[in-house]
């Protein structure tokens, strides 16, 4: 099993400031998120595959 990411480390590779991430949150947008506590974690390959199906998106 792999580690899992805190927002830093999603913020960072996709390279968006950490509010954004909190922002498409309470739009129900951006990679799949699970609270730890008061953290969320992210699955790498969550978030991967999350910006891989950008690419299907329509505009």
């Given at each position: 099993?792999?580690?899992?990411?805190?927002?830093?480390?999603?913020?960072?590779?996709?390279?968006?400031?950490?509010?954004?991430?909190y922002d498409?949150?309470?739009?129900?947008?951006?990679?799949?998120?699970?609270?730890?506590?008061?953290?969320?974690?992210?699955?790498?390959?969550?978030?991967?595959?999350?910006?891989?199906?950008?690419?299907?998106?329509?505009?």
């Amino acid at each position: 099993m792999s580690r899992l990411w805190t927002v830093d480390d999603v913020s960072d590779y996709l390279g968006i400031p950490v509010s954004t991430l909190y922002d498409w949150r309470t739009r129900d947008y951006g990679p799949p998120a699970k609270r730890v506590g008061k953290y969320l974690r992210y699955k790498a390959e969550d978030v991967t595959a999350w910006f891989e199906s950008l690419d299907n998106e329509v505009a």
